[in-house]
Each structure stands twice: as structure tokens, then as C-alpha cells.
């Protein structure tokens, strides 16, 4: 995706952007639980309303709706309606709309309504699914493509993997809890994997990114880098790339996909204020 971020100040009444116009919710239900690692879990939801849901960009994404403390299922959310106070952001990692199928992958943080539901989910509970909103299209011609993030941007990064040509390079840069959690990653493209323990406390976010990045020095010079973990972390390694590192910053594609001590973080914190 071209990197596009909302203005801070309203444009003309002429240029004002349409509404971006919510889709209608998808009443979804849970058909499998694998455990990928002690903190993840995919997680496969079903159901005929999700006909005609596909995406075509990698590193999509979905809104899930979680069932509020006393409810065993959520309330369908009306048009109109307040957004509900228990959706959160996930990336559509396998699709198959033949079946009627969506994989997702969900990392066990701890506190938090998609979190807890996650590492309880069983067959047959149900959600309400609402998307997808874009995602990223990696340059085709670019010779090296890097991937740097935390463990709720690896399945983003999956998907950017199996879209890559085989001609491409690309170099991910994972930071997870622990060995634990490294799992095998495949594309067509020449791949290297470099997998980075942040530990139990989360308020190392990014450490151990930062660190390797500092150590590995600049990336090849025409390298394209989608850069997607905690919000600040995210800043910190966006300003290292461009100010220490002298990456365009019209070669980062930034993301944060979850901030430190917040609740729901949006799903478009592009960083581009770092
Ligand atoms: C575009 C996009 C795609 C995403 N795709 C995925 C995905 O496929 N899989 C995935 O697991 N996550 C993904 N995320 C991140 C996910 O939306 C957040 O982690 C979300 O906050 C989880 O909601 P929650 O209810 O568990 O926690 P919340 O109620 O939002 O937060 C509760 C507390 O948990 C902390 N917290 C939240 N997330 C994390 C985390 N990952 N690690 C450590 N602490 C955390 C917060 O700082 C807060 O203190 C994505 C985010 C975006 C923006």
C-alpha cells in the first residue's frame, strides 16, 4: 500500500475524503483451534456470511467483535449504532472463500478482550467480523524488501512473504517472547529470518530490534521496509532507519499495531509524525 496518512487539518469542503463507509458485520463462528506456540493461536472462523469476503492486498486487515464480560455471544452491531467497545484489529492470514473461510493468527499478550477470548476460543463460539480495510503493496520491483516487527505484525509478514516474485530478496526481523515462539517462514522470494527474544515484559517492546538494527548497520540502499510492532517502538526505529541509518523515509512503510498501556490502539498509526 502507498503510504497515506490522514491530514492533520481538514481539506477544502472540495477535497474532503468520502466517509470511509463500514461494511456490514459478518456473523462468524469458530470451526478450529491450533496452538502455533504457548502465545499463539490461529484460529479458523466460518460461516455463510462470509460470502464474498476476500482480500487482495497482503498485510490486511480485519475488525473482530468480542463478546462483552456476561455475554456469550456479541450483539450484531447496528448500521448506525455505536462502534462496539470490544473490537479490535486482526490480519486476515488465510482466506478461502470457497469455504467460507478465514485464518487468524492471535498473540496471548495477556489483559485484553481479544487476548483472554483467544486463549479460551472453542469450537462453535461466536464473533462478528467487519472488513477488510487496505493493506500493503510491496514495490514488485524492488530487489530487497526488509520486515521488521514484533509477533502480532508475523502474520502481516506472512503475507507479504507468499506475495513476494521469487526474483525479490527479503530479510525478516522478528522480535517474539522467547525461542518459543519462532516458527518456520516460506516465500517464493530469497528469504532470511533473524529471530529476537524481547523476554516477558513487554515494556521492552522494540529493544531487541533496535539493538540488532543498530548492530547490522544501513540496509542496501534500494531496500523497501514495512516496519510494524508496538507505536513507540515503531517511532524510535522509524527515526534510526531514516537519521542514523540514512533510509529514505519514502522507503518505510510504518505501523503501529499496538501501544504500551492503551486500549484498542487505532488501526491507522502510520507513525509519520516520528
Ligand atoms: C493493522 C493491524 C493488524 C493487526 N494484526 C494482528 C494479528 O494478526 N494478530 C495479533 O495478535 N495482533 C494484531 N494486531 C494487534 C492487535 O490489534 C492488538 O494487539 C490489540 O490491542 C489486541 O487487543 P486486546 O483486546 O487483546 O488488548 P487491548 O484491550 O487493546 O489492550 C490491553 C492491554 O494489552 C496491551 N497489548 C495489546 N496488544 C499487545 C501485544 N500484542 N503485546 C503486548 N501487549 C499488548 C496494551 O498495551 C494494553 O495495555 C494488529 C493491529 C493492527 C493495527
Not at 477544502?12 to 463507509?21: E, G, I, N, V
Not at 506475495?163 to 526481523?173: C, G, K, N, R
Not at 524481547?198 to 533496535?210: F, K, S
Amino acid at each position: 500500500m502507498t503510504e497515506r496518512s490522514r491530514p492533520d487539518t481538514p481539506a477544502s469542503p472540495d477535497l474532503q475524503p468520502t466517509p470511509r463507509k463500514r461494511r456490514p458485520p459478518r456473523r462468524v463462528e469458530v470451526s478450529r483451534v491450533q496452538v502455533l506456540s504457548p502465545a499463539m493461536r490461529r484460529i479458523t472462523l466460518t460461516g455463510a456470511e462470509l460470502q464474498g469476503f476476500e482480500v487482495s492486498d497482503p498485510a490486511s486487515y480485519l475488525k473482530l467483535i468480542f463478546p462483552e464480560p456476561g455475554q456469550t455471544e456479541p450483539d450484531r452491531p447496528l448500521p448506525d449504532g455505536p462502534r462496539a467497545k470490544s473490537m479490535r484489529t486482526y490480519t486476515p492470514l488465510a482466506v478461502r472463500p470457497d469455504a467460507c473461510e478465514v485464518d487468524i493468527d492471535f498473540v496471548l499478550h495477556g489483559e485484553g478482550p481479544a487476548s483472554t477470548w483467544a486463549a479460551q476460543a472453542q469450537v462453535g463460539q461466536v464473533l462478528f467480523l467487519m472488513g477488510p480495510g487496505p493493506g500493503y503493496k510491496p514495490s514488485p520491483d524492488a530487489p530487497l524488501h526488509l520486515l521488521i516487527g514484533d509477533d502480532s505484525a508475523l502474520p502481516a509478514f506472512e503475507t507479504i512473504l507468499a506475495a513476494l516474485p521469487a526474483t525479490a530478496a527479503v530479510q525478516v526481523l522478528v522480535e517474539v517472547a522467547d525461542a518459543a515462539e519462532e516458527r518456520p517462514l516460506h516465500s517464493p522470494a530469497a528469504l532470511s529470518a533473524q529471530w529476537l527474544a524481547r523476554g516477558a515484559d513487554n515494556r521492552q517492546a522494540g529493544t531487541a530490534l533496535e539493538a540488532a538494527l543498530r548492530q547490522s548497520g544501513a540496509p542496501a540502499a534500494d531496500a523497501r521496509i514495512y516496519l510494524a510492532c508496538e507505536a513507540d517502538a515503531m517511532r524510535r526505529i522509524r527515526r534510526l532507519l531514516s537519521d542514523a541509518l540514512g533510509v529514505p523515509r519514502s522507503q518505510i512503510v510504518g505501523r503501529g499495531y499496538w501501544k504500551l498501556g492503551a486500549v484498542n490502539h487505532p488501526d491507522h498509526d502510520y507513525g509519520e509524525d516520528a
